[in-house]
C-alpha cells in the first residue's frame, strides 16, 4: 500500500496518539502539521529550507496548479516532486474546496462542477473522475477524493442530501483511481449534524480507505461545536487509518485536534499572517510589525531555534517588514513555520511520554487569544 | 588606514588591473562587483546567500536607511553590520544622490540641500557634514562624500559651478571625519566636459582620499560618452587608490570599466531586471517569464552552479513568476548576482593571466544587446 500508518503510542487518558505515516516519500512522524504550498511553492520558502527545519509532509492545491501551469505541464516535468523540488511528502486536495468557493462562479450537479476560472473567467469542468486524474497527474503520494465542503451555516437537508452526494463521489474517486503508489483519502463531511458525520464516516470506511479526512469544519462555526464534531466523528473512524483535519493549524486547534485523536493538519495560517507581520511564539503572538518592537533588539522568541530567531532582532524584522522587503516574509514565515513543526514535535514528545493531558493544561495556561 | 588598495596585477595592453581592497571586514578581490542592499537587505536574499555566494562588499543608502528606520536605531543596533547581520563588507553612498533625484521635493544651497521625504513629505537637510556623521553612525567601511551628481545634459556652467561646489563639499566633508575604521572616498564630477573632470580629479586627488569614486556618469548620456569620460578620467587618479564606479552593473559597461581601470562597481541593475523575470547567461539576456520558456525543463543557464541553476528548470521559475510567488524572485536574483559576481572573478583571472583583452574580444563576439 503506498502509504500506511503505523500507530507508536496511544495516550492512556485522551485520544491523542503518536505514529508515523509511512509515504513513498519518506516516514513522517504524527501528528503532523503540512505547510501549504498552492502553486507549488510554500510562499517566500525554498524546498531546502523546509527540509532543514523538519518539514515532512507539505499540500498543494489541485485547483491552482490545474489552472496555472496546469496539470500536463507538471507530468511532462516528472510530476510535483520533480518541478518543485521537493523530495518530501505531499498531498494535495481535490480542488473541491476551493471550487466550490468560487459561489456564483460555479454550478453543482450530480456529474460534477461547472465553474468559471478566478483568473480569466475560463470555462472548466472539475468532477471526481476528472479532479481524480488532475491528481493523479501531479503524483502527489496522498490525493483527496472530490468533495463538497457544506457550508456553514447549512439546512439539515442541504447538509444531508450534499453529504450523501460526496459518498456518491468518493465512489466514483475511488473507481477511477488504482495506483499502488499513491493514496486516495476519502473526507468525511455532515455539516455540524452529528447524525449526517456518522453516516459519512460509516458510509467512508465501508468504502475501506487508507486514510480518512474530516473535511467541512473550521469553516466559520465556533470552535467549541468543531471540537464536538471532532469529538463525535474520530472515533468512528479505524484507529489502524491516518485521520487528517482539513484546514486547521492555529496552535489552540491543533492541541484540542490531536486530543481527539487527529493525526495530519494543514493550514495558510502560519504562512499567512506571517505575511501581514504577526509572529507566534512561546510567549503568545506578536504583531512584529508594531511600533512597540522597532527598538525592541531581542529575537522574536529567545526560545525558538529557526533561522530568524538564531540571527535577527525584532528591530531588523520589523524594519523589513515596514519598508516591504521580501527577505522580512521570509524570516517571520521562516519563524511561524519552525515554530508550528516544533510545537507538532512537543506534543508527540508528550504523547510518546504519556502527559499529554499536563502539556495542554500547561498550553492553555498561558495560551493567549 | 581603513582601507588599502593593494595592486597585482597590471593589464600590459589596457588600464584593467587585478588588486585586493583591504577592509576591516575582509580582504576583496578587484574588480568587484558590489550587490545592492538599499535598505540593510539585498532585496530578497538572506545575507548567509550572499556570502555563500561569494559576495564581498556590498552598498547600503544613506538616504533610505537615514528615513527609515533612521541612523540612531541602526546606530543603537551596533551599526549596520550587526543590524543586518551581515559581517562582509559595506559600503554606504552619501544621499546626495537620492536626494538631488527629488527634483521639486529638494532646494539647493551652498549649506546644503534641504528636501522632503518621498514617504511622509516630512521636511529634511542633509549637509556635508550631516551626510558624514549619518554615515559614521551606519558604521560602513566605506563612506561616500556628499556630492551633486551634474544631470545629463548639463551647461558648461552648471557643471562647473557645481563640481567646484562638490569639491568644497568634500572638503567639508572631511574635516568633520575623523575615523580610522571607516575610509571615506571622494566622487570626481564634472558631467561630460573633460576640463571640469580633470579639475574634479585635481583638486580631490590634493585633498588626498583613500580612494576615489567616478560620479556622474551612467546618467542617460551614451555609452560611447561614458567610455570616453572614463578614459579620461581614470589616469588622473592614484594608482596606489581604489576606483569606484558608481551606478554600473550591466555585463557590457562591466567589461568596459575595468577595462579603464576600474576596481569596484554597484548597480541595481541584476536584481532588478531579476524581479522582472529577467536573467543574465553566458549567451545573453534571456526573459525567463515569457511563454517560450512554459515547458522549457532545461536550467536558466547550463554552464552556472548558482543555486537556481543547480536546482529548477526555467519552466517551474517561469511558472513562480507568473504566478507572483516569491520564491521565483528569489531564484531570479540569485542567478544574476551569482552570474555577475563569477563575471568578475572571471575577468580578474583574465587579468592576472594577462589575457584581458581576448577576453574582451570574447565576450563582444557573443553580447546581445
Redesign the interface.
Known amino acids: 500500500m503506498a502509504v500506511r500508518y503505523e500507530l507508536i503510542k496511544q495516550c492512556s487518558q485522551t485520544g491523542a496518539r503518536a505514529g508515523r505515516l509511512h509515504t513513498p516519500h519518506g516516514t513522517f512522524d504524527t501528528p503532523i502539521f503540512m505547510p501549504v504550498g498552492t502553486?507549488?511553492?510554500v510562499?517566500?520558502?525554498?524546498p531546502?529550507e523546509l527540509k532543514a527545519m523538519g518539514a515532512g509532509i507539505i499540500l498543494s492545491n489541485t485547483y491552482?496548479l490545474y489552472l496555472?501551469?496546469g496539470h500536463e505541464?507538471v507530468a511532462?516535468?516528472g510530476g510535483l516532486h520533480a518541478?518543485?523540488?521537493w523530495d518530501g511528502g505531499i498531498l494535495t486536495d481535490s480542488g473541491g474546496f476551493q471550487v466550490f468557493s468560487l459561489g456564483p462562479l460555479r454550478k453543482i450537479t450530480e456529474e460534477g462542477v461547472t465553474f468559471r476560472s478566478h483568473l480569466d473567467g475560463s470555462k472548466h469542468f472539475l468532477s471526481p473522475e476528472r479532479a481524480t486524474e488532475v491528481q493523479m497527474s501531479l503524483g502527489a503520494d496522498i490525493i483527496m477524493a472530490f468533495d463538497e465542503c457544506v457550508p456553514y451555516p447549512a439546512e439539515h437537508d442541504y447538509a444531508k442530501a450534499s453529504t450523501e452526494r460526496t459518498t456518491r463521489w468518493a465512489e466514483r474517486c475511488k473507481a477511477v483511481h488504482a495506483r499502488d503508489k499513491q493514496a486516495l483519502f476519502g473526507i468525511v463531511q455532515g455539516g455540524m449534524f452529528k447524525d449526517l458525520r456518522s453516516m459519512s464516516a460509516r458510509d467512508l470506511v465501508e468504502l475501506d480507505f487508507p486514510g480518512y479526512a474530516i473535511g467541512g469544519l473550521s469553516v466559520g462555526e465556533p470552535k467549541e461545536l468543531m471540537y464536538e464534531m471532532l469529538e463525535h466523528t474520530v472515533p468512528l473512524l479505524p484507529i489502524t487509518k491516518p485521520r487528517y483535519l482539513m484546514g486547521v493549524g492555529t496552535p489552540d486547534c491543533l492541541v484540542e485536534g490531536v486530543l481527539h485523536g487527529i493525526d495530519m493538519f494543514d493550514c495558510v495560517f502560519p504562512t499567512r499572517v506571517a505575511r501581514n507581520g504577526t509572529v507566534m511564539t512561546s510567549q503568545g503572538r506578536l504583531v512584529v510589525k508594531n511600533a512597540e518592537f522597532?527598538?525592541d533588539?531581542r529575537p522574536i522568541d529567545s526560545q525558538c531555534g529557526c533561522?530568524a530567531c538564531r540571527?535577527?532582532?525584532r528591530?531588523?524584522i520589523?524594519?523589513?517588514l515596514?519598508?516591504e522587503?521580501?527577505?522580512?516574509?521570509?524570516l517571520t514565515t521562516t519563524h511561524n513555520l519552525y515554530f508550528l513543526i516544533h510545537f507538532m514535535k512537543d506534543m508527540r514528545q508528550a504523547i510518546i511520554e504519556d502527559r499529554f493531558l499536563e502539556f495542554r493544561v500547561a498550553f492553555w495556561s498561558h495560551y493567549q487569544r
Request: net charge positive.
Open positions: 502553486q507549488a511553492t510562499k517566500a520558502m525554498s531546502h491552482h496555472r501551469p505541464l511532462e516535468a518541478f518543485m523540488q522597532a527598538r533588539f533561522y540571527n535577527f532582532s528591530a531588523y520589523r524594519h523589513l515596514k519598508t522587503e521580501i527577505f522580512g516574509l521570509r
